[in-house]
């Protein structure tokens, strides 16, 4: 079966610009996370979604992030302007609410680099 | 408001010492308790998981931990470690309601001389 899938790896970008980050979760899963990994602050809850429907994004850091799931196949994070310190690895993750104790099923992540 | 707690940072130990990190979570409710593994360079793996029951959980490679519920402690343990078990490791803990929010520890980097 396949599993959390991320998209791009990586990103190489100028500070200002748009950045678009994807995920498909585990086809069934009905809660999805993003999270955002650094050295100085560790694993991060960005915004978490059950059912396509953002149930907490008090995680995301300010105006520029944005987070959609506009099915359950499907969901992006937007950080728009992009700022060198938002230069992290993001990852997704997935789960089936209810059926794993919400046991999350992580992407390999995108790891993004601002300039 | 839910958060966890990782006491060591950074651990080295030889290859066959004995493993244990700690974790301390808070949090009013009933929880669900896990152990997150992050190779080098890889994304994370589960290790182990607490719902219910045994206080004493097995996972995969030799892992074992501990639910001390007195204590709001999930102490992760192995008897013998291997240079292989050189990685990061994450205590994580969920509340059983509102979609399962999953917070997570600091982390705790592991290096495993040989």
């Known amino acids: 079966d396949a599993g959390v899938i991320q998209s791009p790896r990586h ?31 560790g694993l991060e809850l960005l915004i978490y979604f059950n059912n396509n429907v953002p ?5 995301m850091p300010e105006d520029r992030f944005s987070a959609k799931m506009p ?3 499907f969901s992006t994070l937007k950080i728009q302007p992009s700022e060198p310190r938002d230069s992290a690895v993001y990852f997704c993750a997935s ?21 | 408001a839910q958060s966890v707690s990782q006491h060591n940072h950074h651990v ?9 990190l700690g974790c301390n979570y808070s949090y009013g409710g009933t ?16 290790l182990l998981k607490y719902f219910s029951g045994d206080p004493l959980v097995k996972g995969i490679k030799g892992f074992e931990a501990e639910f001390i519920k007195s204590k709001f402690s999930f102490n992760l343990r192995k008897p013998s470690v291997q240079w292989s078990d050189t990685a990061e490791y994450f205590c994580a803990v969920n509340a ?10 600091a982390g705790t980097r592991l290096f495993v001389k040989a």
């Open chain 2, 96 to 105: 059983r309601t509102g979609g399962f929010k999953t917070i997570f520890g």
């Open chain 1, 71 to 73: 099915n359950a196949s």
């Open chain 2, 31 to 46: 929880v669900n308790l896990f152990w997150y593994v992050q190779y080098p360079g890889q994304h994370l793996q589960l």
């Open chain 1, 95 to 115: 789960t089936l609410a209810g059926e794993y104790g919400g046991e999350l099923f992580f992407g390999e992540g995108s790891r993004l680099t601002v300039l």
């Open chain 1, 55 to 59: 149930i907490d994004d008090s995680g």
């Open chain 1, 11 to 41: 990103e190489v970008t100028e500070m200002g610009q748009e950045v678009t980050l994807r995920c498909k979760p585990i086809s069934g899963h009905n809660s999805l996370f993003w999270y955002r990994q650094t050295m100085m602050r």
């Open chain 2, 12 to 20: 080295i130990l030889s290859e066959a010492a004995s493993l244990e």
